[in-house]
Nanobody, 119 residues
Framework: QVQLVESGGGLVQAGGSLRLSCAAS????????MGWYRQAVGKQRELVAD???????NYADSVKGRFTISRDNAKKTVYLQMNSLKPEDTAVYYC?????????????WGQGTQVTVSS
């Protein structure tokens, strides 16, 4: 059974930092691209950052220079270090694992963790 379990969310003041973690089980972690998405109230889910199976990161323009995604294949965990947080970063943050399989894309989602940034 595949599980992605996020942790590290919470309430922080603007300008503060949080570190999200996503621990994976039930998948060959090193074969998957991992990503963080977020969904604010009344908005669509959007990509925050992802990292390929071989460690190449990609960021949304809105978080470049503030957020850092990393992965530890030995621990089957992906991280999102969030610095200089802004109220507009408030959202539920979801972990995603994705890999191609034949003509399909296999992906899994975590349950989400709330991040709230107060002004």
């Amino acid at each position: 059974q595949v599980q992605l379990v996020e942790s590290g969310g919470g309430l922080v003041q603007a300008g503060g930092s949080l570190r999200l973690s996503c621990a994976a089980s039930g998948i060959i972690f090193s074969s998957y691209a991992m990503g963080w998405y977020r969904q604010a109230v009344g908005k669509q889910r959007e990509l925050v950052a992802d990292i390929t199976s071989d460690g190449n990161p990609n960021y949304a323009d809105s978080v470049k220079g503030r957020f850092t995604i990393s992965r530890d294949n030995a621990k089957k965990t992906v991280y999102l270090q969030m610095n200089s947080l802004k109220p507009e970063d408030t959202a539920v943050y979801y972990c995603n694992a994705k890999r191609p399989y034949r003509s399909f894309t296999v992906d899994y989602w975590g349950q989400g963790t709330q991040v709230t940034v107060s002004s």
